[in-house]
């Protein structure tokens, strides 16, 4: 998997829902490997949920911000947004596939793209 370009494509996904909350994406992958093993197809789908669900979430003309950092037992990529946080009530079933939630947000999916990140 190339960092980089894996990363940009799935900023690419998400831009326009970004540019239509005035949403800016950081990016901070400056501690990450340029490559690693694995996917490159389900690691973009991957980082496409969960900014499309950050997107989702995050205030209008706030920040969003994925990272990219290499561990000593891999790599590890996190999405953070400015959003109102998960509430403790939801944290068992949020990962569980056909359960979407509005809970504020702007979209409503079919509630799978946090259960395919998690798989």
Not at 6 to 20: H, S
Not at 42 to 66: D, G, M, V
């Amino acid at each position: 998997v190339h960092v980089d370009r894996t990363i940009a494509a799935a900023a690419e996904l998400v831009a326009d829902r970004l540019e239509e909350h005035a949403i800016r994406l950081k990016i901070d992958a400056a501690t990450a490997p340029k490559t690693f093993h694995g996917d490159e197809i389900r690691i973009r789908q991957i980082l496409y949920n969960l900014l499309s669900n950050a997107a989702n979430y995050a205030p209008e003309a706030s920040t969003i911000t994925l990272a990219c950092r290499s561990l000593a037992e891999g790599v590890e990529f996190s999405v953070h947004d400015d959003g109102p946080g998960m509430p403790p009530d939801l944290l068992d079933s949020v990962f569980r596939r056909f359960e979407p939630r509005t809970n504020g947000g702007r979209r409503r999916g079919p509630g799978l793209g946090l259960s395919i990140v998690k798989s």
